[in-house]
Structure formats: structure tokens, C-alpha cells
């Protein structure tokens, strides 16, 4: 133990000697266990730390897969069935996600308020933080006084931890819900990223009863003995049931059970291991800096080395004081680390990207996982880098070394392992490169692309109204008002518009009699939209055929309709749609009659292939919840003020959060997208950053190991160009060859990342050209710097002492 401790002391002589040396080593070092930690915690929150419910890996979310999509929501109905006939659960509930208006103070504020059933948070094995959840006792009252839940964080941010307010009304949307519990220190409800703040019960809310209106969220909780197999098995029997039993009004459902771990690995698993996988590579290139750092010294300290290993020391003794030093750098490493990734890690929630229809809530934490994670990752790459050059440099060729004779060339082991590092950091300079290069082209198609309407100054307000008497004079009046403002140019009222988080619309069962591409008894379940007769012409969207709604289409007029062109050409494709008649909801339902083709617009994503979608006037189809547009000649954002006093002066409150404009709800649809190319693209940079440095280092340190052989090449007539070729081949002939062998790498990265592209080829060729150009000029300006020093040197100096 006596000669650890001495060998730690000389080791922090050693480094205080070289202080240049120990910044550099502790520096990468610290940069790529930083950037690791802070990603394994983004990765943590979003994927590895359970949910905060009792026995998590017993609650189960049920979908109704569809052709169209994955993980589909269920109806009140299918909700129903599934809870009266499954065995393999004890309890069913359902979420369905609202929006709320808190007033409180001098702001209102917009919240997600998720409408649950009673048992939602019993089945989920929530505990409340004060007062007492929904119950079954709870349903005669609820009738007559509305009740709420609230989150632990408005309760904290808002009503500032009161204790009294159990019991106590507060304002929501216009109501005056009694808050009867707060919800437990980290409860999110169903969704990790997007938190609910509020929960209403079902009684208070209402909803829809239509077996085709599917928006509910459905989670379980298996009974012992049940697998996730079992329950999944269940549940598609008795979609089959149902199917058969009720084919006219029911979209067939094939049944999905999974697990919140299973859902939020497929949800972000692979953004999780694509960056883990990116910031692994920006620490193998900080290692590869750290290995050619000891070799070089291990280089200058041969001749202590071969001095130590001449008066008896073993090769063992050796390795081991190379080894402590080694620990030093991990434990200063270490610290620095630490203390750059707790601050990193508790930014990552102020640095993600605002979503479309409120704040992301990821909860990261710099805890004990993390901690040992960080401490792991310095220690490791800290031995398993150094450990080569210690067991290389404690075996000295005594005569050379004690001599002074460090050699003319880049002959030996040594600069083969120096030479292979730089090659090895080209190439994953170019992947890196390469990959950040796909995403920004990606990004860039996003915000070019054809979504089908035009990309105009537009102010967006979501409204909450009452019955449909009450709402329909408000949105006149309101548009009346709205209009009336300097620099407006249109208004409209809509159900939902393209892009927002709910922009697909609801689902309504269409039957087309006498249809021959349609023969499909149960009908065909179509996304639509309520619209007023300004909204195509607000958003640009061309009437192909056909008119346009107008005044006398409202509840004196015929039933009508739009459809688009999807629609059109798929169940008219040799005749025109204008003047057919379809069915809504049943074979028996509605007659409607379509009095017009529009063009085929993005709904919901920029890459959405077209799909029917048809829209009804919303005065013949009236909503509660809408959004006003008001097209503006000037930036929109300033017309928010002025319609809000519109709002006002007609009694209504709206929150800040409801203003926003079309180009951000665009925006929004890609904000993840843009958030992850930020992030490739400076963990790109810094890996680019980190390479040029290690070649910088190996073709300085060749320089300075080659001065006196430069000097006879000067003495004998060498030019200086000359030097400076033969510094920038040798540089230039590694960096090359590693850009080579990084390309087909590069090749194989793009195709893993084709899930995040839109617009580009995973083999782009403008995206590897970039790349290499890139890679390629940054080593030519590294090798460039020592190989300048090397031309301007003196041969009368350098020869001098020989």
C-alpha cells in the first residue's frame, strides 16, 4: 500500500509537470463521458425508468390496430365490451385527452385535462397526494356538482401547495369543478412527454357513444397469473364477436396489449439508441485523442522508462506507476465530468423542444444510476485506453532509449498504433458527418415541402363554446369582430386544422349505395372536418370541382359535403363524385350529397401519404371546440392581441396558450425532427472537432520526431514546398484512407436512420459528398498548421548541436 500511495504522489507530479498533457487528456476525456451521461438520462427518463404506477409491468394499454395505424384508439362501446367480457384483467379504465382553461389570477392558463373513468386511477394503483379520488359512491353527485383532479405540479405552480384547496371551487373553462384530490409527486397519467394537469370524471364531461368515434385510451391491470400474451388473445376474440355481431356500424379492430415499458420502447427506442449510438461514437473519437496522447508521451518518457527498467525495476512496477497516473486522470476526469453532466442533465428539460399543443414534462434526474453511470464510463475508457500504451511504454529498448536515440522515422509499433487511431477517427468522422449531413437535408425538404395549401400569415385561437344556439352566434360575432381589424384579410371557424396535435378530425362511417368500388357491407370509416364556408379559400386550398360551401348550408339547407381528391378517385374513379349521394353512420343514416372536389392537403405529418378525407359544413355539423383562423396581411403573432380583446369584449377568457400561428402548428410537426438534428449535428461537429485534434497531435508530434531529418533534407536542398507536401501527404494519405473506410459504414448508418428522414435517400450522394468534402478540408487544415512549422524550419539550428 506504501508504494501505491508513493507512486500517486509522483503520478500528480508527473501531470503537474505537464500541464498542457493533462488538460488535453482530461478535457476529451470529459467531453465524451458528458455528453454520454447526459444522453443515458434523456434515454433513462424516456424509455428505462418505469411509470410512476403500482407494479408497473402489470398495466396494460389495449389498441385497436387498424391497416392505418398501429396503436389505435377504442370507442365508449368497445371500451364497454372489453370490460364486461375479459377475465385476464381486473379492471379496465379509459383516458381521453381534453383541453381546460384555468382562471386564476390575471392569467388564464391552457391545460391538458384528460375526461377518465371513475376507476382510472384505482386501476393504475395511484394513491392521492390529498384528499380522495373518484369512486363509484361518487356518481349520483357528480350529476349536480362537477368535480376535478388536480396534478401535483399545477397545484404547486398555481394554487401554492395549499393545503385547504380539497373542497374549495376553482374555474375551469368556464365551470366550477370542486377539487377533490391532488395526485401523487411525479404522475403524468397515461402519457410520459405530454402530462395531464386535470382529470375529470366521465359523468361531468360527457362523450361520445358511437361505436366508430374511437379516441379513448384503455389501459388494464392483469390479474396474477395472466400474461400480456393471454390478455391479447382475449381481447382479439371478442373483437372478432363484435365484429360479426354489429359488422354495419363497427370498423373491424384486430386487438393490441402491451406493456408502457413495450409502448415507450417502440415510441423512442430507436431515437434513444440512435443517439446513445452517436455519443458513443463522439467518446470512442475522445479515447482515440487520449490513446494518442499516452503513446506520444510514453514516446518523451522512454528514456525514464529505460532508466527505471536499468536500475532494477520491473516491468510490472513500471506498469503499475503508468497506471496510477492513469487513475488521476480517470478521478479529475470524473469530477469534471460530474459536475458538467449534473448541470447538462438538470437543462435537458429547458433545452427539448416546445410541443404544438403545450409544454413536453420529461422528468430527468442526476441520480445514482446516472452518477455510476458517469464514474463508470471515466473509469473505463480511462485503463482501457491507457492500458496499451503502459504495457508498451514499460518495455523500453534500453540501448536507444538511454542513448537519446528516438529514432528519424515512423517506424515501430507505436506510430502503427498512432497511425491506426487517426485512421480509425476519420472514419467516424464521417459517419458522424455523413449522418448530420442526412438530417439537415431532411429538415430542409420538411420546411419546403408541398402540404397541399399555402403557407400564409395565419393567427390561430382554439375556442371552447356551449350548446350549439350559443356557439354558432359566437363564432359570428366573433369573425364579425375579427374581420373588422386593420390588416385581416379573411376569418374562418374550423373543427380542427391541418397539423395540430388533434388534426386528423374524428372518423365517420360513410356507405356509398350502388358504389361498385365500395362493396364493403360495414361501410368505410373516413377522417373529416367542420368547416364555415371561408376555410378553403382562407388556406388556398383550390376547388377542383364542384362549389364551395355556402350561407344556405346550415340546418334549413340539404345535407352536403367536400371530399377530397383521394376520395374522389377512390371510390369514383371513372365518374365524377360531384352530385352522388353518400350514407353517414349507417347504411340508414344521413343522405348526403357532395357538392364539391377539393385538392389532397397534409393533415397531420409532411409525410402522410394522401388518404380520403371529407368535410362538412360546421353549421350543419356543429362542435364545441373549434379554432378561429384569421388570415393577415402583416405577421399574425400581432393580431393576437387585438383578437383576444375581441374575445373579451364577447365575455370569452382565453389563455396565452391558445394563440399560435399555422407556421408554428407546421413548425411543430418536426420540432422533434429539428431537435434531433440540432443534436447530431453539434455531437457531428465536436466529433469533427475532436478528430482534427488527434491528427493535429500525430502528424505535430511526427514533425517534431522527424526535426533533425527535415534539417539534412533542408541542408541538402529540400525546398520548403517540399516539406510541406511531404508533412501534407502523410497527414492527408491517413485522413483519406480513414474517410474510405468510414464510407461504407457511412452507407449502412443512413439506412438505420431512414426512419427520421423525409425527402432524402438514406444513400444521398450530395449528403456523403458534403461529408467527405467536409471531413477531408478540416484534416487538410489540421495537417496544415505542423506542416507550416516544419517548412519554416531553421537546418543551421536544427543541425547545430549534431
Known amino acids: 500500500m506504501g508504494t501505491f500511495w508513493q507512486d500517486l504522489r509522483y503520478g500528480i507530479r508527473m501531470l503537474g509537470k505537464n500541464p498542457g498533457f493533462t488538460v488535453m487528456v482530461v478535457s476529451s476525456l470529459a467531453l465524451g463521458v458528458t455528453l454520454n451521461s447526459a444522453i443515458f438520462s434523456l434515454v433513462d427518463g424516456l424509455w428505462l425508468r418505469s411509470m410512476s404506477f403500482a407494479d408497473p409491468g402489470r398495466v396494460v394499454r389495449i389498441f385497436g390496430s387498424t391497416p392505418q395505424r398501429k396503436e389505435g384508439d377504442l370507442s365508449f362501446p368497445d371500451y364497454l365490451d372489453l370490460g364486461e367480457q375479459m377475465r385476464t384483467v381486473s379492471g379496465l379504465a379509459t383516458s381521453d385527452r381534453h383541453g381546460a382553461v384555468l382562471v386564476s389570477g390575471d392569467e388564464p392558463e391552457d391545460l391538458r385535462a384528460d375526461v377518465v373513468s371513475r376507476n382510472f386511477f384505482s386501476v393504475l394503483g395511484i394513491q392521492p397526494h390529498l384528499g380522495r379520488f ?31 384547496l380539497v373542497g374549495e371551487s376553482i374555474v375551469l373553462s368556464g365551470r366550477s369543478p370542486v377539487v377533490l384530490a391532488v395526485t401523487p409527486p411525479g404522475f403524468n397519467g397515461l402519457e410520459r412527454l405530454n402530462p395531464a394537469e386535470v382529470w375529470y370524471p366521465v359523468e361531468n364531461y360527457g362523450i361520445d357513444t358511437a361505436r366508430d368515434e374511437r379516441f379513448l385510451s384503455v389501459v388494464g391491470r392483469l390479474k396474477p397469473g395472466y400474461t400480456v400474451a393471454q390478455a391479447q388473445s382475449e381481447a382479439e376474440t371478442i373483437f372478432r364477436r363484435l365484429d360479426l355481431q354489429d359488422s354495419a356500424s363497427h370498423t373491424p379492430l384486430r386487438a393490441l396489449v402491451q406493456t408502457e415499458a413495450e409502448i415507450q420502447f417502440q415510441r423512442t427506442g430507436t431515437l434513444g439508441l440512435l443517439l446513445l449510438g452517436i455519443v458513443g461514437t463522439v467518446l470512442l473519437l475522445a479515447c482515440a485523442n487520449v490513446s494518442s496522447l499516452l503513446l506520444a508521451r510514453a514516446e518523451v518518457r522512454a528514456r525514464e522508462m529505460a532508466v527505471r527498467s536499468a536500475l532494477g525495476g520491473s516491468r510490472w512496477r513500471l506498469v503499475r506507476q503508468l497506471l496510477a497516473e492513469s487513475l488521476l486522470l480517470a478521478l479529475t476526469a470524473t469530477a469534471v ?32 444510476r446516472v452518477l455510476t453511470f458517469t464514474a463508470a464510463m471515466s473509469f473505463l475508457t480511462v485503463f482501457l485506453f491507457g492500458l496499451a500504451p503502459a504495457v508498451h511504454a514499460s518495455k523500453p529498448d534500453l540501448v536507444p532509449a538511454l542513448k537519446g536515440d528516438l529514432g528519424t522515422g515512423g517506424q515501430g509499433a507505436r506510430h502503427r498504433g498512432l497511425s491506426a487511431l487517426v485512421i480509425g477517427q476519420a472514419s467516424l468522422a464521417l459517419v458522424l458527418m455523413a449522418t448530420a449531413t442526412l438530417l439537415v437535408r431532411s429538415v430542409l425538404a420538411c420546411y419546403t415541402a408541398d ?193 383576444r380583446a375581441e374575445l373579451s369584449a364577447l365575455g370569452a377568457k382565453p389563455a396565452q396558450s391558445d394563440f399560435s400561428t399555422m407556421k408554428e402548428y407546421i413548425r411543430a410537426r418536426f420540432v422533434g425532427q429539428v431537435f434531433l438534428t440540432k443534436l447530431v449535428v453539434t455531437f457531428g461537429l465536436l466529433g469533427l472537432g475532436l478528430a482534427a485534434v488527434g491528427l493535429y497531435g500525430v502528424v505535430a508530434y511526427t514533425v517534431n520526431r522527424r526535426t533533425r531529418e527535415i534539417g539534412i533534407r533542408m541542408a541538402l536542398g529540400a525546398q520548403r514546398r517540399e516539406v510541406l507536401t511531404l508533412v501534407l501527404r502523410r497527414g492527408m494519405a491517413l485522413a483519406t484512407l480513414g474517410a474510405g473506410l468510414g464510407l461504407p459504414i457511412a452507407l449502412a448508418i443512413g439506412h438505420t436512420v431512414r426512419g427520421f428522414l423525409y425527402g432524402v435517400s438514406p444513400l444521398d450522394p450530395l449528403s456523403i459528398t458534403v461529408s467527405l468534402v467536409v471531413v477531408l478540408a478540416v484534416a487538410l487544415l489540421a495537417c496544415y498548421i505542423p506542416a507550416r512549422r516544419a517548412a519554416r524550419l531553421d537546418p543551421i539550428r536544427v543541425l547545430r548541436y549534431e
Do not use: C
Open 134 to 164: 373518484f369512486s363509484e359512491a361518487d356518481e349520483p353527485a357528480l350529476q349536480d356538482t362537477p368535480t376535478v383532479v388536480l396534478s401535483h405540479r399545477l397545484w404547486q405552480r398555481r394554487f401554492g401547495r395549499d393545503p385547504n
Open 451 to 643: 402540404i397541399g395549401f399555402e403557407r400564409k400569415e395565419i393567427l390561430l385561437v382554439e375556442l371552447g363554446t356551449g350548446n350549439e344556439e350559443q356557439g354558432q352566434t359566437f363564432h359570428r360575432q366573433l369573425k364579425e369582430r375579427a374581420l373588422a381589424l386593420p390588416g385581416v384579410k379573411r376569418a374562418s371557424v374550423a373543427r380542427v386544422v391541418p397539423f395540430s396535435s388533434w388534426g386528423t378530425g374524428a372518423s365517420r362511417k360513410v356507405f356509398l349505395p350502388g358504389n361498385p368500388a365500395s362493396v364493403q357491407e360495414d361501410g368505410w370509416s373516413v377522417r373529416f372536418n367542420a368547416v364555415d364556408q371561408d376555410y378553403f379559400k382562407l388556406l388556398g386550398i383550390p376547388i377542383l370541382r364542384g362549389r364551395d360551401f355556402n350561407a344556405r348550408d346550415d340546418k334549413s339547407g340539404a345535407p352536403v359535403m367536400l371530399i377530397n381528391e383521394s376520395m374522389a378517385k377512390r371510390f369514383w374513379p371513372k365518374e365524377d363524385p360531384v352530385g352522388q349521394l353518400v350514407r353517414l353512420g349507417s347504411p340508414t343514416g344521413e343522405a348526403v350529397r357532395i357538392t364539391g372536389v377539393v385538392q389532397d392537403t397534409k393533415i397531420v405529418a409532411i409525410d402522410e401519404a394522401p388518404q380520403p378525407y371529407l368535410f362538412l359544413p360546421l353549421a350543419q355539423h356543429y362542435h364545441h371546440e373549434t379554432i378561429l383562423l384569421v388570415e393577415s396581411a402583416v405577421d399574425a403573432a400581432t393580431l393576437a392581441g387585438p383578437v
Open 337 to 368: 465530468s460530474l459536475l458538467l453532466a449534473r448541470w447538462l442533465v438538470s437543462a435537458w428539460p429547458a433545452l427539448l423542444p416546445p410541443d404544438a399543443a403545450g409544454p413536453i414534462a420529461l422528468v430527468v434526474h442526476f441520480d445514482g
